[in-house]
C-alpha cells in the first residue's frame, strides 16, 4: 500500500482561487516532497520539507507539515490554468540520505477553469 | 543543460515478451532510481542503483531487474511480461541528495 495518501483525489476549482491538497503518511519520514505531475508525463519536483520544519514557501506554494499528525499540506494561491495538473506527495524515510526511495501517494487532480 | 532522458518514448509488446528501457541521467548524477505508475496511481519504487550497485529494490518480482553502467546510464529489464506490466515506467537520477530529477517516462503497453 502507498505510503501516502492524498485529499481530495479530485479538485476543481476556477482561476484565482486558492487550492488545498492534504497528505498523510503511516510511518516515520525523514522528508516529504510535493511534486506536479503533467498529463502523465514525468513529474517535477516542486518543494521539499524536512521533518523539523512546520512550513516552507516558494513562490505560489506553501507547504505544512504536521508530524505528529502524520500529515502535510500543499497550499497553491492564485491558481492559473497552468496549474492543471495531477499532485504527489512523496516521502523519504529516515537514515535514508537521498530521494531515491520515495513512496509517493496516489495523488491529488487538480483542474483550474479559466 | 540536458535533463534525464528515456528510450523509447512508447513501447507495445506481447504478452510472455522481454522488454529493456533504458535512461541516461542528469550529468554528474551518479544515482539513478526505477519506478512503475500505473494509470490512476503514484509512482512505486522498483530499483535505485547508486555507483553501479543496487541501493534499493521494491515489492516487485524476479521478472524485472536493472543495471547501471559505468556512465551512470541504466537499463530496466522486464522478462515474462503480463498484461499487468502496462505502465508508464519512469526513471529519475539524484546527486545522492534529497531532490529527483525525473525523465518523462516509457509508455509501455503490454497486449
Known amino acids: 500500500s502507498q505510503q501516502g495518501e492524498e485529499d481530495p483525489q479530485a479538485l476543481s476549482i476556477q482561476e484565482g482561487e486558492n487550492a488545498t491538497m492534504n497528505c498523510s503518511y503511516k510511518t516515520s519520514i525523514n522528508n516529504l516532497q510535493w511534486y506536479r505531475q503533467n498529463s502523465g508525463r514525468g513529474l517535477v519536483h516542486l518543494i521539499l520539507i524536512r521533518s523539523n520544519e512546520r512550513e516552507k514557501h516558494s513562490g505560489r506554494l506553501r507547504v505544512t507539515l504536521d508530524t505528529s499528525k502524520k500529515s502535510s499540506s500543499l497550499l497553491i494561491t492564485a491558481s492559473r490554468a497552468a496549474d492543471t495538473a495531477s499532485y504527489f506527495c512523496?516521502?523519504?524515510?529516515?537514515?535514508?540520505?537521498?530521494?531515491?526511495?520515495?513512496?509517493f501517494g496516489d495523488g491529488t487532480t487538480l483542474t483550474v477553469k479559466p | 543543460d540536458a535533463g534525464v532522458t528515456q528510450s523509447p518514448t512508447h513501447l507495445i509488446k506481447t504478452r510472455g515478451q522481454h522488454v529493456t528501457l533504458r535512461c541516461s541521467p542528469i550529468s554528474g548524477h551518479k544515482s539513478v532510481s526505477w519506478y512503475q505508475q500505473v494509470l490512476g496511481q503514484g509512482p512505486q519504487f522498483i530499483f535505485q542503483?547508486?555507483?553501479?550497485?543496487?541501493?534499493g529494490r521494491g515489492n516487485f518480482p524476479d521478472r524485472f531487474s536493472a543495471r547501471q553502467f559505468p556512465n551512470y546510464s541504466s537499463e530496466l529489464n522486464v522478462n515474462a511480461l503480463l498484461l499487468g506490466d502496462s505502465a508508464l515506467y519512469l526513471c529519475?537520477?539524484?546527486?545522492?541528495?534529497?531532490?529527483?530529477?525525473f525523465g518523462p517516462g516509457t509508455r509501455l503497453t503490454v497486449t
Open positions: 529519475a537520477s539524484s546527486p545522492l541528495g534529497y531532490e529527483q530529477y
Open positions: 542503483y547508486y555507483e553501479k550497485e543496487e541501493r
Open positions: 512523496a516521502t523519504v524515510p529516515p537514515f535514508n540520505t537521498n530521494a531515491g526511495k520515495s513512496t
